[in-house]
């Protein structure tokens, strides 16, 4: 993962000491908690790096302040015990979709966590203010910098820019946001097209790589052709179409693998053949079995009734890095990972007869398997190091520090 690349650098003076503080809408609740693993990835390498770096997170079930990885985390209250979930374990979006009213709680945890966020500032007195999902947390770093002034960094992914699409009124914010930041950067080339229709500036792409320490080579030959999804069974995942596709798959020679769970696991259950088998929820060491045995990963991703798709798709270079060729839906930015007939197959989305057809085409093809493998390979190498991503990274910051 670079961590060794990364303290070597800093041994020799090649990193500057910085103290950033994050603000995030999720972050890790305990050691164990799978949340956002390439953001804790992320902070943790930015340490090695001579980062000091605070989080600014919001509380979870009236979940106190806490270290996690030798990073304060602090939690900021916005309501109730009961009421205090609008994040973690699922998006905020989805389940404001599924009751509008949770909608108002936005209004305390806006006001709540701009007075939490100056609180640290003046305590912490970080050199920059890093705002992940500028979409609501923009409100809390310009509020801070009111009273404490510090640059500003913005790191868009997806879900903020689409929620746009549906709630107009969110546009003007992000226009201010964008405008007044010192930098802004997006996670995907997706990402940053569409903050540059918000507000024409220069957008830097720091994507996010892999959270497995220990990947192995190549997948272990199997006398069925095991396809392999691993994710959240939420709509934008698209794993229905993948269910879908099993109906123009032989069931003795093809078996779908669905890794995971979800709020819609058990419908999703409802609609499977016996072709089709859940995984539930896998340790580190089953997973990386399913990887080894698995002759493709699939990420039918789609955009959903929310306007919501994948912002980047790590999952996929996980995947790329356990030797697995690709298929996955061309939207948001999985193009940026997955180049068609270069890195893997790309298929558009909601067409199980398009991905069935390549499915297929992989089981036949062991030649096409290998090469689109070793493009991968080098592609995300390239492109999706974690010593590429916090070098440019630590660059940014120095930009906005010696300005």
């Known amino acids: 993962m670079g961590r060794t690349t990364v303290r070597r650098l800093s041994a020799q003076g090649v990193f500057q000491h910085l103290k950033i503080l994050f603000i995030a809408s999720v972050y890790p609740r305990f050691e164990t908690d799978l949340e956002v693993p390439w953001l804790r990835t992320f902070v943790s390498l930015l340490k090695d790096a001579d980062c000091e770096i605070e989080v600014v997170a919001p509380s979870h079930r009236k979940l106190k302040s806490h270290e996690i990885d030798g990073i304060k985390v602090h939690r900021f209250r916005y309501a109730p015990k009961s009421l205090e979930f609008l994040t973690h374990d699922e998006g905020a979006p989805s389940k404001i979709a599924r009751n509008p009213l949770l909608q108002l709680l936005a209004i305390p945890y806006i006001i709540s966590g701009s007075f939490f966020t100056l609180k640290i500032c003046l305590k912490f007195k970080p ?75 220069k957008i830097e792409i720091v994507p996010y790589g892999s959270t497995f320490n220990n990947c192995i080579g190549n997948p272990i030959a199997s006398s069925i052709f095991k396809i392999l999804f691993v994710g959240r069974h939420i709509e934008r995942k698209g794993i229905e179409y993948l269910i879908k596709a099993a109906e123009f798959l032989d069931k003795e020679k093809y078996q779908i693998r669905i890794a995971g769970v979800g709020d819609l696991t058990e419908k999703l259950k409802q609609h499977a053949s016996e072709q089709v088998v859940f995984l539930g929820k896998l340790s580190n060491e089953d997973l990386e079995k399913e990887y080894q045995t698995a002759g493709c990963f699939v990420l039918p991703a789609i955009v959903d009734s929310k306007g919501d798709t994948e912002g980047l798709g790590v999952v996929l270079i996980e995947a790329v890095e356990y030797g697995c060729p690709i298929i996955a839906s061309d939207v948001g930015g999985i193009p940026d990972i997955i180049l068609d007939r270069k890195t893997g197959l790309l298929v558009p989305e909601k067409n199980p007869e398009a991905l069935s057809a390549s499915i297929k085409e992989l089981a036949e093809n062991e030649a096409l398997r290998k090469e689109l493998v070793s493009g991968a390979k080098e592609h995300v190498k390239r492109f999706f190091s974690w010593d590429a991503i916090i070098e440019k990274q630590m660059g940014l910051y120095r930009e906005i520090v010696d300005a």
Do not use: C, D
């Open 127 to 201: 050199q920059i203010i890093h705002v992940h999902w500028p979409f609501p947390h923009g409100f809390m770093a310009f509020f801070a910098r009111l009273f404490y002034k510090a640059p500003i960094m913005l790191t868009f992914y997806s879900a903020e820019l689409l929620l746009m699409r549906k709630k107009k009124w969110i546009k003007p914010f992000l226009k201010f946001f964008i405008k007044h930041a010192n930098s802004v950067i997006a996670i995907s080339g997706f990402a940053a097209k569409t903050v540059e229709t918000i507000y024409p500036r």
